[in-house]
């Protein structure tokens, strides 16, 4: 029966023994569809309800353990092009969507302020279910959300971005039989769904430049698990590339790129509708020259439509890399901004002895930053200040 938009499921009772059946995903049975059938057909006490001898297809499916969807017809059913092969693995997590809107519009019912009371088992129910319907990047971020204390004095802002991610994430499943490739790749990515390097190596849009190291970054993101980040700049195209790399356990990162180091090579872009993350394709050679100057943006109300376009195009950019040229650090109150050529000014994300670091390079002088605008503040990692590259 419908019980949401784009959402039906199928409920059957067994009128002779009290058996249910249902389609959807959800534990324990029996569902709440299928126990609100059985309270309207005693309600009605039998009538309108039409008793059938030959049981459905999807009803001998359930009862040899067989799995059944719930959603329409899709591209899979009619043959598959090399398009299709590329997002069998999003169809697939079909029901793993179901499970995150059901679990959404519950919580967008008892409201944001309960979430703060929830026991911990609360979160790890529905990262289980995403983590079984292979989303372990969306399950992950679920997970570590549950342990964001709700004492951070910016927790319900970032609670509620990431729901609402979510939910865009759900809504774009159901359309995407109208979303472009591009699109479909970084749903997928934002699931946890990835796509092998040797697919990108082969296929992924190269681009050919002499690249700056303006920016490196490690970050932990559960336990044994770690990431690093390093940010290229081309000099050519003006294009940013982010080279991701993992550590699990005590294994350590490969050995990586130093800041502030110049080289020329190829690289292969993961496909999106905003692509960033690449892997170097070929030769890396090293020029014997240092990052003496990072051009930028000097104007904020020109950053941020830039910004605004990228989201436009790609909903769940995590983070968007920049360069502010000719901005002067300050501090203001009990935080650090930048102000730009305007006098307008830009929050930063910095510890405090950060901050004062940035403060005393520029010398109340303008020079140059780079860093990632998470839609909230800007995280610096590097500057350039008369000549000299700086890491941050």
Known sequence: ?????????????????????????????????????????????????????????????LLAGQPVGNRAPNRLATGKTKEQRHFERLERAAHGFEDLEAWLHDTARRGLATVVSEDPKWWEGIAARLADASMTGLSRTLRLTGQMPATEPD???????????CYLAVRAFRKRDTLPEPLLHDLQQ?????????????????????????????????????????????????????????????????????????????????????????????????????????PGFEDFEIFALCWSAALAAQPWLSCFPAVWADVIP????????????????????????????????SGGRPFSIFGEWNGIAFRPLSAVAEGRFVTL
């Open 1 to 61: 029966m419908p019980v949401q938009e784009g959402l039906v499921h199928s409920v059957a009772i067994d009128t002779e023994n009290g058996k249910f059946c249902c389609t959807c995903s959800f534990r324990p049975k029996p569902c709440v569809h299928a126990m609100a059938l059985k309270v309207l057909s005693d309600r009605e006490e039998g009538q309108g309800f039409a008793p059938v001898e030959e049981l459905p297809d999807w009803v001998s499916a």
């Open 155 to 165: 927790w319900a802002e970032r609670t509620a971005s990431i729901f609402a991610s």
């Open 190 to 294: 934002f699931i946890g769904i990835n796509i092998k390097k040797e697919s990108v190596l082969s296929s992924g849009e190269k681009v050919s430049d002499t690249w700056a190291i303006v920016g490196q970054i490690e970050e932990h993101l559960e336990e044994r698990l770690s990431m690093r980040s390093t940010w290229l700049l081309g000099a050519k195209t003006g294009r940013f590339g982010r080279l991701l790399d993992y550590s699990f356990g005590s294994d350590g990162f490969p050995p990586g790129f130093d800041p502030g180091s110049i080289s020329q090579a190829t690289l292969a872009f993961y496909p999106s509708a905003y692509p960033l993350r690449a892997l170097v394709a070929g030769d890396w050679a090293a020029v014997p020259k240092k990052v003496e100057k990072m």
């Open 330 to 361: 300050v501090q203001s109150g009990s935080r650090f901004v930048v102000l730009d050529k305007n006098q307008k000014t830009m929050p930063l994300d910095v510890s405090e002895m950060t901050g004062w670091k940035m403060v005393a390079l």
